[in-house]
């Protein structure tokens, strides 16, 4: 027997109504991020020295800088959905908890956008 109604069967969702695109939301970045991060180490192990210029000119590369954005905003939104989880566990006040969320999501945003600015303006080579 299950406590479960007939259409949240049929549907696949929990009592939240999106406990499923949340978990796998987490699995999929987890995945990207896997693989982002073995491109990034493999690409990290080639250098010779972590010279300004040389990283520099490795980021301006069309490719190296499109997997360093993907790399940044796939690392924010994971974090994000992470932290969700624990906020949402653990902060019990309704208030206290759409604030903290609210102020996880600027956060996690200001940071995904300031690390690809900083990557996309070395890679169109922009003078400080």
């Known amino acids: ?27 999929v970045t987890s995945v990207a991020l896997l693989v982002l991060t073995l491109w990034f180490v493999a690409s990290l192990l080639r250098f010779p020295n972590f010279s300004l210029e040389l990283v520099t000119d490795w980021i301006a590369q069309p490719f190296n800088a499109v997997m360093l954005s993907l790399l940044v905003g796939t690392a924010a939104y994971h974090s994000q959905l992470g932290v969700q989880v624990v906020i949402e566990d653990y902060v019990h006040g309704k208030g206290a908890k759409v604030v903290t969320l609210l102020l996880l999501n600027f956060i996690h945003f200001a940071l995904a956008a300031l690390g690809i600015f900083s990557v996309l303006r070395i890679a169109f080579g922009v003078a400080a």
């Not at 299950?2 to 699995?27: E, I, N, Y």
């Open 1 to 27: 027997m299950s406590l479960r109604s007939p259409m949240s069967r049929v549907l696949g969702l929990g009592a939240a109504r999106h406990g499923f695109g949340h978990w796998w939301s987490q699995r």
